[in-house]
């Protein structure tokens, strides 16, 4: 292997014990061995940070990292400012790896000098790969259109799990918001995306997300969907404002494109909130199952999009009745909210 180059694994962990072992054995059992494995304890109030100690005892590499809550974001980039090594490869605590991920990822960037991968993964246990892309390494200056297709019209390139790149890459100086509950990964990748010139997209899967009924994006309760709503809108207001950073030459096109995906987002998470609110279980389950989907198949922004006008009329008469007993609730979602949308709804249309 060339130069035997270290790579730093950075793992946060919040309250994730019945996962954590299964975790911490796919890294520390690597065919790759030159690893050092960053675990942030992020404020667990379960057994994870004995887990941790008992690990860290037997392993080397592990450093631990133990502090206050402070969230996912904020988990991943600490991890990434005392990571010392040349590649960065990031794993939730819930989720795992397959054994030869590193070695293989390692050997392929290095092949190709490239400076981002994006691969494909397995969901929960099953060996069924779930994979979004084909087997195509681009140079910057062919980013415009299929990098950038997938970055503004879908959530294929959202998540952090999913990439394995070179540290020097990513932009520390860039101001990140770690209060959000939604779209971290999204909000971490604008840090590292623009600044790429080479990236290398494999149908190889090498990772298996676990899907985590308990998870913060999953969680169904009122106060939890206004705080993801909000979120949404700042991580995906970030996507629009970020074609001003990439070489991109059909900006207005991106912009609208981004523009898209933000109304999309809220919407569904609009849709959650009233049928929570409405007391009927079954569509909550419904909506689940609907997010498990975009994990699988892309669903088109301009298609949600017109299911959003179509049944715009009737949405503003459940929000009404929803919030009749609450004024200054109304009020709040109607600011966060439209406020939103209408604006961006006028970009697209302008």
Do not use: W
Not at 221 to 236: F, H, L, V, W
């Amino acid at each position: 292997m060339k130069n035997m180059d270290k790579v730093s694994i950075i793992i946060p962990v919040y309250n994730v014990e019945a996962y954590l072992e299964t975790c911490l054995n796919s890294v520390i059992g690597q065919t790759y061995s030159n690893l050092e494995i960053i675990v942030i304890n992020d404020g667990s109030k379960d057994n994870c940070l004995n887990i941790i100690n008992s690990y860290q005892k037997k392993d080397q590499r592990i450093k631990l990292i133990s502090r206050s809550n402070k969230g996912l974001l904020a988990s991943r980039v600490e991890g990434l400012k005392s990571a010392t090594g040349k590649y960065i490869m990031n794993v939730d605590a819930d989720d795992y790896l397959e054994t030869n991920a590193v070695e293989k990822l390692i050997s392929k960037s290095q092949k190709n000098n490239v400076d981002l991968i994006r691969f494909a993964f397995y969901i929960n246990d099953s060996l069924e790969k779930v994979t979004k892309y084909n087997n195509l390494y681009l140079k910057k200056e062919d980013f415009e259109p299929t990098f950038y297709d997938l970055l503004f019209k879908t959530c294929h390139c959202n998540s952090a799990c999913g990439t394995f790149f070179k540290r020097e890459k990513f932009n520390f100086e860039r101001i990140i918001n770690y209060n959000i509950s939604m779209g971290e990964d999204l909000e971490y990748n604008l840090s590292l995306y623009p600044y790429i010139d080479s990236l290398l997209f494999i149908d190889e899967a090498y990772y298996h997300y676990r899907v985590n009924n308990n998870s913060i994006t999953r969680k169904m309760s009122s106060q939890s969907i206004m705080k993801n709503i909000t979120s949404a809108s700042y991580a995906y207001t970030n996507l629009y404002n970020a074609v001003e950073l990439f070489n991109i030459t059909n900006k207005a096109y991106y912009m609208k494109l981004a523009a898209t995906r933000l109304i999309t987002e809220i919407y569904f998470l609009e849709l959650k909130l009233l049928f929570l609110m409405k007391k009927e279980p079954n569509i909550i389950i419904f909506i689940n199952q609907m997010n498990d989907s975009f994990i699988k198949n892309d669903i088109k922004s301009k298609t949600n999009l017109k299911l959003m006008v179509k049944n715009a009329r009737r949405h503003k008469f459940y929000i009404a009745l929803m919030f009749k007993n609450n004024i200054f609730l109304a009020k709040l979602y109607a600011k966060i909210v439209y406020g939103s949308v209408l604006r961006l709804r006028r970009i697209k249309n302008g």
